[in-house]
């Protein structure tokens, strides 16, 4: 008895032994993601947004700055997808707003994200600048429908995203 | 017989030490219990609740840039974003004949896209040549080439096809700013920032195909680039922008490029003997903690007595030094005043109060990356910067265009005051008026808004007087202390300011630009006079950004107040007391555009009666355009 006792406190100490080496590196209080996160306005969605890619583990900061980037161009690309459904539709009210949508979605995917994608490394402050109108734009376009929006969950992510992406970039200044 | 005895005999099979491994047992067994215990509190540890960033305090997590710039009075908060943050701000819905109106008429921009640096400005066999940062592609930065222009005069431009491309490995990920130095045998060096494929930052050589071609169309890349590289000790993205080059006493050469160490702002020197091959000087040529990055640096002699601008490379009594940095971590130009020791390549400022960085400022306004170059056409020192934008980078993709460069301007020693330079618009700018109007003694009592009677509102060089009443000057006994441009705005009424004029208004006021003076009683019975520029109610878009610009503006016993204003669209340069201080504004009206734009003089001071007299000129405009080729 005294054996198998001996046995299996062993056993149950590898196994534990094992499960913190795994989890280690990832839950380690002041790794990269966490420090950077920290210095951003929203956390959360910063951390679960880096950590959701596989990219995040061995990205420096401006590596991470264009995780989200990344993040910004797909789900700007829902939006105006969203927004053309939306004008397919054909409700007059929404019809004005919605076109203003296209436009500002357009900037955001063919001008701000290139921007911060090509400025990152090498001029950060124009990365900045082009995340700063990114979120300004998506902004935008969730006001011009004076408080009836039917898109926003899409704007907010997009502009929060933006504001996270701008942050990280500005550890980068 | 004695059978008992046969149970106690030990069996042959158990171990002899058996009575022994009881204690061992019990130490292993204790020990391994230890480890199971702390393996398992350690385990809890380490998936403990992860809301350690809810209890960071908000200040941590949040700077003061992140909240939305009030509406009202901005603090001067340094920023280091060119942009501001705009927040929920919606887009304002401009007009093609809004967008199409704050294109400007006689100040340098290209056609199309996006502009930034002023790059190697010289002038070569009757022409003036300016090349600067330009993205071929777009309204927003990026692909950064050599653009590239001429002129006779430095006001009507012609543009030329770019000059250089990011094509070398020295300069893929971008072709920066650069430098030019005239060589007394005739030669012209270019020297330029290039990052590397590896966005590691380099300087590089290049120099025209062709010196006898007087529009320099070609310039080529050195083979053996780059010729500098950050030095150890030096960041690999904080060595940039090499200055002209100048001769020192020992014949060599020296070449200044700004940097950082930490957060002191710091000048390297270079030397050189044939401009391809450098040594790095011991030490710096000057540093000054607290104020980061040094972009652009200029380093260059004026003349105390004289009025005529100097070559890069004099020096000798009468003459101090100017060195100028372009800080990044507030996008805004500083210089200061001093002496340059040729000896040890030392520069010490007359005053360390007003050291590079935290002393006077080039121009108070939207103004970045300046740069001067000699004019030995015409023996001056002449001053180029960089007005960027102030809407949103989604305005500038509306209307295809971002950015214009200042109306060069002049540089002397201000002899009057020995603490500042003077700017003022090169002279050839004044071909451009017609249609002067003069107004003369105009009497602005306390409050009062006086329209000005002219054509048209749009294309303006203005120069004005004010005097103040020196009885009722003297007699104002409320002490003004803590007055700041940027914090007031012309709103804020003082017994002795602000007054001034007001441009790019309409008739109702909706939209204003006041450009001003306040003067302010201190507490020993001196004065201190501010010139602003406020744009706070100078358009009503909201996504605009929209502050108060201005400093201290030195005023001497007996000297009357003077400003001029070049107003071009969306852009107003205004000037105090001949060039002492000078401010460039990025309006945007909505209302107050081509024929409803408006002037007005005003005085919004409670104390004192103003009297001002003008001169008014319609500008006409530069044609600035594509250079015919196809005509010759």
């Not at chain 1, 436009?103 to 001008?111: D, M, R, S």
């Not at chain 2, 020192?381 to 305005?395: A, F, N, V």
């Not at chain 2, 971002?402 to 301007?409: D, F």
């Not at chain 2, 006409?620 to 080729?629: E, L, W």
Request: with cysteine; charged share 20%; aromatic share 10%.
């Amino acid at each position: 008895m005294g054996n198998s006792l001996i046995s299996l406190s062993l056993a149950f100490f590898l196994v534990i032994l094992l499960s913190l080496t795994i989890q280690s590196p990832v839950s380690a209080q002041n790794d990269l993601i966490t420090t950077t996160c920290k210095q951003t306005p929203l956390f959360q969605l910063c951390s679960s947004t880096l950590r959701s890619n596989l990219q995040s583990e061995s990205a420096d900061v401006a590596g991470l700055g264009l995780i989200v980037v990344e993040v910004i161009k797909g789900k700007a690309s829902e939006a105006l997808g969203q927004v053309r459904k939306l004008l397919r539709a054909g409700n007059p009210q929404l019809k004005g707003p919605l076109n203003q949508c296209v436009t500002f979605y357009k900037t955001i995917l063919e001008a701000d994200v290139p921007e911060a994608e090509q400025a990152i490394r090498g001029v950060p402050k124009f990365a900045e600048d082009g995340m700063v109108d990114a979120a300004a734009g998506a902004g935008s376009c969730e006001e011009g429908f004076g408080g009836k929006s039917p898109i926003t969950a899409m704007n907010m992510a997009v502009k929060d995203l933006a504001v996270v992406a701008r942050a990280i970039i500005r550890i980068l200044l | 017989m004695d059978t008992n005895l046969s149970s106690y005999t030990r069996l042959p099979d158990q171990p002899t030490a058996a009575p022994n491994r009881r204690p061992v047992k019990a130490i292993a067994g204790i020990f391994l219990s230890i480890l199971l215990l702390s393996s398992l509190v350690a385990f809890i540890l380490n998936n403990g609740p992860r809301d350690a960033p809810n209890n960071v305090p908000k200040s941590q997590v949040l700077p003061e840039t992140w909240m939305p710039p009030s509406r009202g009075v901005e603090q001067g908060v340094s920023e280091k974003a060119f942009r501001e943050y705009s927040g929920m701000d919606p887009e304002y819905n401009w007009t093609n004949t809004m967008l199409a109106w704050q294109r400007t008429a006689f100040h340098f921009q290209p056609q199309k896209n996006w502009m930034n640096d002023p790059n190697a400005p010289l002038f070569h066999m009757g022409w003036y040549h300016i090349w600067y940062q330009y993205n071929p592609d777009s309204a927003i930065w990026g692909n950064i080439t050599w653009g590239h222009a001429v002129s006779t005069d430095l006001i009507h431009w012609l543009h030329l096809p770019i000059a250089m491309v990011p094509d070398h490995w020295f300069d893929s990920n971008g072709v920066w700013t650069g430098s030019a130095t005239l060589l007394p045998d005739g030669q012209i060096v270019i020297l330029y920032t290039g990052d590397t494929d590896d966005y590691v930052q380099v300087q590089n050589l290049a120099y025209p195909a062709n010196l006898s071609d007087p529009l320099l169309l070609d310039l080529v890349k050195y083979e053996g680039n780059p010729i500098m590289v950050p030095p150890p000790g030096i960041g690999m993205k904080d060595f940039r922008d090499p200055t002209t080059a100048w001769v020192g006493p020992d014949g060599k050469w020296r070449v200044a490029i700004g940097s950082k160490v930490n957060t002191t702002g710091i000048t390297l020197v270079y030397q050189t003997t044939n401009f391809t091959s450098y040594e790095l000087l011991e030490g710096v040529m000057h540093a000054v903690p607290g104020t980061g990055m040094w972009e652009c640096v200029d380093f260059y002699p004026v003349s105390t007595t004289g009025r005529n601008g100097l070559d890069t490379s004099v020096n000798g009594p009468g003459i101090k030094h100017v060195l100028k940095a372009s800080l990044d971590d507030e996008k805004k130009d500083f210089y200061a005043l001093g002496t340059y020791d040729t000896i040890n390549d030392k520069w010490t400022p007359d005053d360390p109060e007003l050291d590079v960085g935290v002393g006077l400022r080039v121009d108070y306004g939207k103004y970045y990356a300046s740069k001067t170059f000699y004019d030995h056409n015409k023996q001056r020192r002449i001053l180029w910067g960089w007005i960027g934008e102030t809407d949103s980078e989604y305005d500038d993709l509306m209307k295809g265009w971002a950015s214009v460069q200042t109306i060069p301007r002049t540089v002397v020693f201000d002899v009057k005051t020995g603490t500042n330079i003077l700017q003022w618009p090169v002279e050839e700018v004044e071909e451009l008026r017609r249609n002067s109007i003069e107004f003369n003694g105009v009497e602005l009592a306390p409050g009062s808004i006086v329209p000005l009677n002219i054509r048209s509102a749009t294309q303006l060089d203005i120069t004005a007087t004010f005097e103040v009443d020196k009885e009722a000057l003297e007699g104002v006994l409320e002490v003004d202390v803590g007055y700041n441009c940027s914090t007031a705005g012309a709103g804020v009424r003082g017994a002795l300011g602000p007054f001034g004029l007001i441009v790019l208004a309409d008739h109702s006021l909706f939209e204003l630009t006041p450009v001003y003076f306040y003067i302010s009683k201190d507490v020993g019975g001196g004065y201190k006079t501010f010139f602003c520029a406020d744009e706070i109610r100078s358009s009503l878009a909201l996504e605009v950004n929209k502050k108060v610009h201005g400093g201290m503006v030195p005023v001497l016993d007996g000297e009357k107040l003077t400003m001029r204003l070049l107003v071009d669209h969306s852009i107003v340069e205004s000037f105090a007391q001949g060039g002492r201080t000078v401010i460039t504004s990025r309006i945007y009206p909505t209302k107050a555009v081509d024929g409803a734009a408006r002037a007005f003089l005003f005085n919004n001071a409670t104390g004192v009666s103003v009297t001002a007299s003008l001169t008014v000129w319609e500008m006409k405009s530069a044609y600035i355009k594509p250079y015919p080729f196809d005509d010759i």
